[in-house]
């Protein structure tokens, strides 16, 4: 097959040779010629070339097409385009003309190729993607009938759910409606419309949103307006810092890269540098080994320790929010009822690849609060957060400040925090004179083996400014039991105004199809209790799914029966529960209602 494929390309030559008057015996010096070409043992195709000497002249945009850049100067040519002798290039640039083959070969050092951008294979957005920009509506719905037999309470709750969609735009609305002995009530929660932009990945909300301050930021539910990015509306985009690799390879090569012996990335590389972005492995300190196996098959592997953190952004990327508008009260029982007026929100920027800053505020009637963050990846030590932020309420002045390290590996893990709140310390949830932590502290050490297990030991601390106090300590340890499943045992004290222990074991075994066995064992000062549970999760429709949990406390017998059905036009559950000497049955079902294309679905 070899033969004849060479046969066909050398008769291709010839006639074009007939054509353009130029056959003659054996390729000379200013003829054009048409060869198969060959880059690093990479075919790159079928080409014409001119030949000035014996070397082989090709435009620049061809040898660009190749890979090829850091080109030198070439000269123009009688079809006007700019054309480069491939000795200009330099002595580390070979080729060689096989006019039996009727082929060219060229080897180029890997500094004469563009450095190629691999995508992930399977992470990577499609070519041809597209964002729905039809009209479509969905009405979620659901009715759950419960009764308590020793007291006969019944209650009937139905959530509802409505959902327009048209473009850009989408408008929510949620309610949920309860009927009791005492009360029958038709409760609104969220109404809201919002505008997205899926190249900017910005959400635009008119309505209810909810708006957090984090670790020392208040928080809540608001009517007003909301502008945030939402990395959500593109699925492909990863906001945070990958995993970085580059390289070189002179030959069309294979790529593995490995974490332990864990295989993370497998790829074929053209010849020349190449860098793999945005691989995500898990957070923690890692032994890395990239082998690169080249067209001959030899291979060559390096070996490096990485440490990937977490929450860092990549370096570039925008992460914010604002927020504006007036405090729901009541939530979930007054329809219409809303507060003062607020203004919270947080910006966060990756400045590198291991910094991540930012920044908040929250604003209403009585509270200013500003707040600053900063993440680092503590080179192959770990990452550390720090936040510092300060409030002004009632004419006094608070600050709070807070501190995490972590460090993850196969073997080890560690992680210690504090923060700290001074008495005067204020957000849009808190208020100045409330109780609050002057100062708390954890401290967790884990050690990790295949043959003896997970073992974990913490111990935290909460000191009040009033004088309360309350710590816990725990200790716990798992092992994988071969085909027994999976054994869990922790003992836990606490300490400070409520003092208990609590010793807890446990072995679960799952069975494939989201089925799983397990036996529990729960002591504390108050009470024990025993119990065994078999369960299987429904994970697709039409089928079910069923949890059975059997225990006994203080000699009393518990149980929890609890079957669902998910069919074709929605999802059927029952359940009956039995729990200090109370019974309880419910029933319940959910479903929804689509129009999209102009189609209604059930």
């Known amino acids: 097959y070899r033969r004849q494929r060479q046969m066909c390309i050398r008769d291709r030559t010839i006639c074009c040779c007939l054509v353009l008057g130029l056959c003659l015996p054996g390729v000379r010096a200013g003829e054009t010629v048409f060869m198969q070409v060959y880059l690093n043992h990479a075919d790159v195709g079928e080409h014409f070339f001119q030949l000035e000497g014996a070397s082989p002249v090709f435009t620049r945009d061809v040898l660009h097409a190749f890979g090829l850049v850091n080109l030198p100067p070439g000269t123009g040519g009688f079809d006007g385009a700019e054309h480069v002798a491939l000795e200009t290039l330099g002595p580390g640039l070979r080729y060689r003309i096989a006019e039996r083959e009727a082929a060219l070969y060229i080897h180029a050092p890997v500094e004469y190729f563009?450095?190629?951008?691999?995508?992930?294979?399977?992470?990577?957005?499609?070519?041809?993607?597209?964002f729905a920009n039809q009209a479509s509506a969905f009405l979620n719905y659901g009715l759950d009938l419960s009764h308590q037999g020793e007291s006969g309470r019944k209650v009937i709750s139905a959530p509802l759910e409505l959902i327009a969609h048209k473009g850009r735009i989408s408008a929510y609305?949620?309610?949920?409606y309860t009927n009791t002995e005492r009360e029958s009530r038709l409760s609104r929660l969220m109404t809201s419309a919002t505008i997205d932009s899926s190249d900017a990945m910005t959400r635009l909300t008119l309505g209810d949103f909810v708006a957090a301050g984090g670790r020392n930021g208040g928080g809540g539910v608001y009517g007003g307006i909301s502008y945030s990015r939402v990395f959500s509306i593109n699925p492909y985009f990863n906001r945070y810092t990958g995993l970085l690799i580059n390289g070189a390879v002179e030959s069309p090569s294979q790529v593995d890269y490995y974490l332990g012996e864990n295989l993370l990335f497998s790829q074929n590389v053209p010849p020349g540098p190449f860098v793999v972005r945005d691989l995500a492995p898990p957070a923690g300190s890692h032994q890395a080994h990239m082998v690169i196996t080249d067209a001959f098959g030899n291979?060559?592997?390096?070996?490096?320790?990485?440490?990937?953190?977490?929450?860092?952004l990549k370096p570039g990327v925008h992460e914010f929010s604002y927020n504006l508008g007036a405090r729901r009260e009541n939530f979930g029982r007054e329809n219409a009822s809303y507060g003062e007026l607020t203004a919270l929100g947080f910006h966060r920027f990756g400045i590198n690849r291991d910094l991540t800053l930012g920044a908040r505020v929250e604003l209403d009637n009585d509270v200013v609060n500003i707040g600053s963050e900063a993440h680092v990846r503590v080179a192959r030590f770990g990452q550390a957060d720090v936040r510092l932020s300060a409030s002004s309420a009632d004419a006094q002045t608070g600050y709070a400040a807070s501190a995490n390290y972590q460090y993850f590996s196969s073997l080890f893990h560690a992680n210690l925090s504090f923060r700290t709140l001074s008495k005067a310390y204020a957000n849009v949830s808190l208020a100045p004179g409330a109780d609050k932590p002057r100062y708390e502290w954890l401290l967790g050490l884990g050690f990790n083996s295949w043959q003896w297990g997970s073992l974990t030991a913490s111990y935290s601390e909460r000191v009040f400014h009033g004088g309360a106090r309350s710590d816990l300590a725990t200790l716990s340890w798992s092992r994988l039991l071969g085909d027994f499943g999976t054994l869990v045992t922790r003992y836990r004290k606490v300490g400070g105004d409520r003092e208990d222990r609590e010793v807890f074991v446990g072995i679960n075994r799952p069975f494939g199809f989201g089925r799983l066995a397990s036996m529990e064992y729960r002591s504390n000062q108050l009470t024990s209790m025993l119990s065994a549970r078999i369960s299987r999760s429904r994970s697709i429709s039409p089928g079910w799914g069923y949890d059975l949990n059997l225990g006994?406390?203080?000699g009393d017998p518990n149980a929890l029966l609890y079957a669902e059905y998910g069919g074709a036009h929605g999802v059927y559950s029952a359940s009956y529960r039995r729990a200090r000497g109370g019974n309880a049955v419910r029933m319940g079902t959910a479903g929804a209602v689509s129009w999209t294309g102009g189609n209604i679905n059930f």
């Open 173 to 176: 609305s949620n309610f949920i």
């Open 299 to 312: 291979s060559t592997a390096t070996s490096s320790d990485i440490y990937f953190a977490s929450r860092l």
């Open 114 to 130: 563009q450095v190629q951008a691999v995508e992930q294979a399977g992470f990577a957005a499609p070519a041809d993607l597209e």
């Open 552 to 554: 006994w406390q203080e």
